[in-house]
């Protein structure tokens, strides 16, 4: 076994054991194995181990490596900040994004969407530790946010996505994922969501126990990849 497989594995089993531990399915989150910085030969072998859902930060980097495995049947998920200028290109190569902040941003990805392709799954970034560096909506306006896109006729909402702040503290790991949970509860008196995609490497039992149903975990998959400067975003997986 490669070492990516063996890293898989290990890390399969660590979802199963957080769900285990939750009182949850043992298949209740699915791991989305986060690529960026890594090549396409990686993912190549990630995906021979079995691993199907892959996620990707950065577009530029991503566009390559979309074209380099596409006789893959692989579910690509955007997980990174976007912009006006990148919505295009993520609804054409996308199955999900999971980073949606702004209804204009939704409005492009729904009008961009390719009409032979199905709706585009999106989750809404919350903002949930309040960090000025950090993307994502205030969690007061979350709903409000959630009621216009569900009307939006080329995207499916399916939930929330958070990326807290950097803690130790399990209590407080918890507490920020709590507060994304309850977000989707309150939603769903409404709407029609099921995606909770939150918990990376360093947090994703605490994640699991407050319902994450999406880990995305690059790191303990693929190696440590090198950290680019001045980049406040990097946080993703």
């Known amino acids: 076994m490669g070492a990516i497989a063996a890293a898989l594995q290990a ?9 285990h531990a939750a ?15 890594f090549p396409a030969a990686s993912i190549r072998e990630a995906y021979a181990a079995g691993q199907r859902v892959f996620g990707e930060s950065y577009l530029q980097e991503a566009l390559p490596k979309l074209e380099q495995l596409a006789d893959l ?3 690509w998920h955007f997980i ?3 912009q006006s200028n990148k919505t295009r290109q993520v609804a054409a190569h996308f199955d999900w994004v999971h980073s949606v902040e702004r ?7 729904s009008e961009q969407r390719p009409a032979h392709m199905p709706p585009l799954n999106v989750c809404i970034q919350v903002n949930v530790s309040g960090e000025a560096s950090k993307s994502g909506v205030a969690p007061a306006a979350a709903l409000a946010l959630a009621q216009a896109m569900a009307t939006l006729p080329n995207l499916r909402l399916r939930g929330f996505m958070a990326i807290p702040e950097p803690s130790h503290d399990t209590s407080l790991q918890r507490s920020r994922f709590r507060r994304v949970a309850e977000l989707l509860q309150a939603a769903r008196t409404s709407l029609d969501l099921d995606t909770l995609s939150m918990g ?26 090198p950290v680019i400067k001045n980049n406040p975003q990097e946080r993703t997986a």
């Open 80 to 82: 990174g900040p976007l």
């Open 200 to 225: 990376m490497s360093a947090d994703l039992e605490a994640a699991i126990h407050e319902g994450a149903t999406l880990v995305r975990v690059g790191t303990d998959i693929f190696g440590a990849r």
């Open 11 to 19: 890390c399969q089993n660590r979802i199963a054991s957080a769900c």
């Open 73 to 75: 049947a692989i579910e």
């Open 103 to 109: 209804e204009k941003i939704a409005q492009r990805l």
């Open 23 to 37: 009182g949850r399915a043992e298949k209740c989150a699915r791991l989305v194995a986060v690529g960026k910085t």
